[in-house]
């Protein structure tokens, strides 16, 4: 008497368990990184209210970014409009509004190098 | 912060409401623009001073509005011919596509009002309302309310964050993904009882 063959899963269901597969794995890694990434600015502090905070306007030097205006770093940092001009011998005429890094790029500056040259020049400004 | 996030900010603080509007216009329209990014920034700068968060939000909602309703019509006027004349015929006239707009067209307000709060179901629920005989009054009324309450949710986060703002989104755009595929689960798991739904739903309108 010949044993009869065991099921085997057909393709569809075998494709469909690999899609199911993937897509749950997709699920679980993207949340265990997001929980992860969550619990890790809570702790170094990249997730306070600051906005809740008395001085609001207290922004941190260290956190200018080559894509933000002059004009956006005068006003959140409270400098005379000319500070940072004056400082910096900035002669575009588009100036305070263009971008840190377009200026740069415009007078051959490494973007990153001038974007820390700013931060030191509003530093110096905060100094008492 | 990727490349394409640092040029929408820097638009942004160059042109500040006129950016954020055509931003949010266009990200409701279908184009891959970080509208949702941009406006919590946006209420970010706006917690520091240098917008007016009220007038950011009111500049966003109307920019989300006008794109959701560019995509309605845009759908109700040329939706089927466009897509019959792309080869979409069997699906325009399959039994699972009358499902579809008689479940939306049930559930109207759940699937308009929800769907503002992520740009791919925006895009998707535009077009099919747009196809289906949702009336435009009414589409329009949940849409306006679903993108008020998007925006003030996002603005928000934006403003009590601050500077922080980067961190949000980047988990925010985490939990997105984790969101999405849970969804995609749920339809493959949900599969067989769409189907007989669908069935069902055949056998009564026949």
């Known amino acids: 008497m010949d044993n009869p063959q065991p099921n085997q899963p057909s393709s569809w269901v075998k494709k469909t368990s690999i899609i199911i597969g993937i897509i749950f794995c997709i699920f679980l890694v993207t949340t265990l990184l997001a929980t992860a990434d969550f619990f890790t600015s809570v702790r170094k502090g990249d997730l306070r209210m600051r906005g809740l905070q008395k001085d609001r306007t207290a922004a941190i030097p260290q956190n200018i970014e080559p894509w933000m205006t002059f004009d956006y770093v005068n006003r959140v940092f409270g400098l005379p409009p000319d500070y940072v001009k004056e400082k910096l011998t900035i002669d575009d005429p588009r100036y305070p509004m263009v971008e840190i890094k377009s200026y740069a790029k415009k007078h051959s500056i490494d973007p990153l190098e001038f974007t820390g040259k700013v931060r030191e020049t509003v530093m110096e400004y905060r100094l008492p | ?206």
Not at chain 2, 48 to 55: D, H, I, K, R, S
Not at chain 2, 160 to 165: D, Y
Not at chain 2, 186 to 205: A, E, L, V
């Open chain 2, 1 to 206: 912060m990727n490349f394409f996030l640092q040029s929408a900010l820097a638009f942004l603080l160059l042109y500040k409401y006129w950016a954020l509007f055509l931003m949010s216009f266009i990200a409701a329209l279908a184009l891959p623009v970080p509208a949702g990014a941009s406006l919590m920034a946006a209420a970010a700068f706006a917690s520091q001073g240098y917008f007016n968060l009220p007038v950011v939000i009111a500049v966003a909602s109307l920019g989300n509005i006008a794109g959701d309703n560019l995509g309605y019509w845009l759908a109700r006027k040329y939706g089927k011919p466009v897509l019959i004349k792309i080869g979409f015929k069997k699906i325009i006239g399959a039994p699972a596509f009358d499902w579809v707009e008689s479940e939306i067209d049930k559930r109207r307000f759940l699937f308009i009002f929800f769907s503002r709060f992520n740009s791919i179901s925006t895009i998707s629920v535009n077009l099919i309302a747009g196809l289906t005989p949702i009336s435009y009054k009414k589409f329009l009324a949940i849409d306006i309310a679903g993108e008020v309450f998007q925006v003030c949710v996002y603005a928000a986060i934006g403003f009590l964050f601050g500077e922080s703002w980067p961190a949000i989104n980047r988990i925010f755009g985490q939990f997105s993904l984790a969101v999405i595929s849970a969804v995609v689960l749920g339809f493959i798991f949900g599969s067989r009882h769409i189907s007989k739904k669908i069935n069902q739903y055949n056998q009564r309108h026949r």
